[in-house]
């Protein structure tokens, strides 16, 4: 098994002429506004604002706050890098945009709604922060200058519109019905930061995590407060949002035994010293925490407890962390797998911010899908244990992190099992491709060298996808078994096999769907084959009795579905916007 890859050995890929297909990224803070950079007077003034050094600080701060999960200034991420927008957009405008979006669509700007019209996705409004701060932070963007080109040459040809089919409604229509309505965390959208459902083994409740820090227990239609981490965590933040906060959380498979409840949470830099950390000289923006809590009454309601950590990881940004905890179902007591945790671990954007060793690497923790006993001792901290079963856990790859799985993910969104067994993540991908990877032990899945089944330069344009190089074989990268591209959404959301009785014509699909604009999806399982790409089909939805779809409800805001599976097999649909949670009761064939 080849454990060691170096991108510098890889050979140019061939000249590839083709037209530009545009990632599709979705709009948030000051998002996509450089797009513009071609269309607007490059002479804007901005002598009217402040430009001391104590204004330039604070806007600094409301950008690390409010926009750095989704922008930097040398890469495009979620939205497009924002080095030397102010030279392109007048103040007023981006004072105006940043304050509402809506209302400059609504009343016909021709910039705004064409940034509407190429991305179909509304930007929330955040006049909220004030105009003293949008000024600070609009100050702040003005001292960034435009990043210089990193691709040079013809040793880097750009392919411009990777060749992938894009998806087709399949002859199901899926129906939904409103369950419950979680209470609002915020007076702003989105109402309840939804962000993964499960049920308790041994029991037929649903729980369901608000990523602003509490647990909700969900029973005869009602959500009641289970677990709230943000009281009971001094260090606990939930900001700049994009999946930061209360991240991910599991139920022992004995849990009506032991009491053992498991949780991801992020907490600010620095707040306790950190198991796996990287250089000094590279800049820590948030911890994420493992946890294990205990209860000596596993039917208490809200939950008592205490808490023990297990592990602790610097990240480089707020983005593509630790949003997956999650036992094997399938497994039984006796089976080497049973309560074992899998964890997702992203890159941290650790890629975007130009330090692509740090999640490139066998020996480091960033990108990869890991494996871990909570009751054990022999990791290095002594606070959990190494399965013996792990791929690297003989210590015969070097320095190997023996706690990894399966590596090379920008971000392992999530985790599921098939009825028979094998293990599917989906990847949230950078500007063209949302991929679902069937894993096997030690595989490695391509970031940040491929982004679905194209090549990409990890240190030049990550936005930018080219030919797979003629030697692509020697590299014994994993390809994804189901990819869509950016014309059919922005970010992945993982989902599940249809385990369920109530709907036979869910049988032996696997359900999933888009982050942003909450089209659902699903592929056959029958299909699935390494090394091939099944063909994804997207769902009809009808919703409490009306044919419509999550886009036409919300007015193209972002979305954010979720999926849950509850104790018989059943599928559950959540959107973070209005703080539902939907039952899946019925698919018609057409």
Known sequence: METVINPTNEVPPPNIHMPMQRARSPILFAGLLLSFACQTNSSVDYSDLPNDSLTVEKGKALFLQNCSACHDFRQDGIGPQLG???????????RDFIAEPKAMIDRGDERANTLFSEYNSIMPSFAHVGEGNIDALITYLHTIQAPAPTDGGNEWEEIVEPVI?????????????????LPASSDKDPMAR????????????????????KLYQLKDREARVYLEIDKLLPDFIDAPGLATGFGSFAFHPEFDKNGLLYTTHTEKAGAAQADFSYADSIRVSLQWVVSEWETKTPSALPF?????????????GPSHGVQELT???LATSGDEDYGLIYLGVGDGGSVGAGFPFVANSIESIWGSIIRIDPRGNNSRNGNYGIPAGNPFADGNNGNALKEIFAWGFRNPHRISWTKDGKIIASNIGQAQFESLYLINPGNHYGWPMREGTYRINERGNLNAVYALPANDASYNFTYPIAQYSHQDGNAISGGFEYWGERIPELQG????GDIVNGRI??????????GQQAVIKEFRVNIDGKNTSFGQMFNHQKVDIRFGRDH???LWISSKIDGKIYRVTGADRH
Request: glycine fraction near 8%.
């Open 327 to 329: 036992f094997n179902p």
């Open 84 to 94: 030397g927008l102010t030279r392109q957009v007048s103040v007023a405008w981006l």
């Open 521 to 530: 999806f699903y592929f056959d399982l029958d299909e699935m084959k390494q």
């Open 568 to 570: 018989q097999g059943e």
């Open 304 to 316: 008592e407890g205490k808490r023990r950590e297990l592990l602790r990881i610097n990240m480089v």
């Open 165 to 181: 089919e894009p998806i087709h409604f399949g002859n199901y229509s899926l129906q939904l019905e409103s369950e419950a309505q």
């Open 509 to 512: 699909k696997y359900v999933f």
């Open 194 to 213: 939804i962000a993964k459902m499960d049920y308790r083994p041994g029991s037929e409740d649903l729980y369901v995590i608000d990523l602003r820090g």
